[in-house]
């Protein structure tokens, strides 16, 4: 079964500096998908990025980027010039594709920015 | 309209009441979910439909009924729930099959007395 782990419960960055949040996973698909979801306060998920393993091309999103080691089963978020919005829990999540729903969420990073 | 609309937000329901938490997307996505997240936890899946049938039940309780009435909505029907039922429920929707991205609404908190 997949698992996805986060081992930072809790981060704090202070505002207009770069953060970068764990994510490891295990698997044993070749194909596969990654995010990083954000829950601000007022509780909606929103995807943050989506990275193919397929492609060796890291994805980045304005000031959100990840470093992809799939060989090494890693998925970080690094975020740049972080802002007060950027304040929520952040989820790392695994799917493997096709007709499969499911999605696998990791414990989840509590982000704090201060000012 | 890429929105997910969830009602009620909030919501306070005894052991005995029937309630429903519904669900409303316009973007033409034909798969849609229930998740239940417990505070500081990340989301469980529930129920997913597809097409407007049931394809996902993640052995949830009988106490918690689903509905798609139509391509655009999705209810959760409650009864006789107990207080660990107590949660934010979130209802998402994606595009098709593929998890290409899923879309969240803002959820019900749900207490159960």
């Known amino acids: 079964a997949q698992t996805v782990t986060q081992s930072q419960p809790e981060m704090s960055v202070q505002e207009a500096e770069t953060v970068t949040l764990s994510c490891t996973y295990d698997?044993?698909?070749?194909?596969?998908?990654l995010f990083w979801y954000k829950q601000p306060p007022s509780r909606q998920m929103i995807l943050v990025i989506r990275q193919e393993a397929y492609k060796q091309q890291n994805a980045t999103e304005n000031r959100f980027s990840v470093n992809f080691q799939k060989a090494a089963k890693s998925f970080s978020l690094k975020i740049s010039d972080s802002q007060l919005g950027d304040a929520a829990m952040y989820f790392c999540a695994y799917h493997s594709g096709g007709s499969n729903y499911k999605l696998t969420f990791g414990k989840g990073t509590l982000l704090t920015v201060n000012p | 309209d890429t929105e997910v609309t969830q009602t009620p937000k909030h919501l306070v329901m005894g052991m005995t009441n029937k309630k429903s938490l519904k669900c409303e997307q316009h973007m033409g996505h034909r798969a849609m979910y229930w998740y239940k997240q417990k505070a500081k936890k990340p989301p469980e899946l529930m129920f997913v439909y597809s097409y407007e049938k049931l394809s996902i039940n993640e052995s949830v309780p009988s106490r918690f009924s689903p509905e798609c009435p139509n391509s655009s909505l999705l209810n959760l029907h409650l009864h006789a729930l107990q207080p660990e039922d107590s949660a934010l429920y979130l209802c998402?929707?994606?595009?098709?099959?593929?998890?290409?991205?899923?879309?969240f609404g803002s959820g019900t908190q749900l207490s159960v007395l």
């Open positions: 998402a929707s994606s595009q098709e099959v593929v998890i290409e991205k899923l879309f």
């Open positions: 698997t044993s698909e070749s194909d596969y998908y």
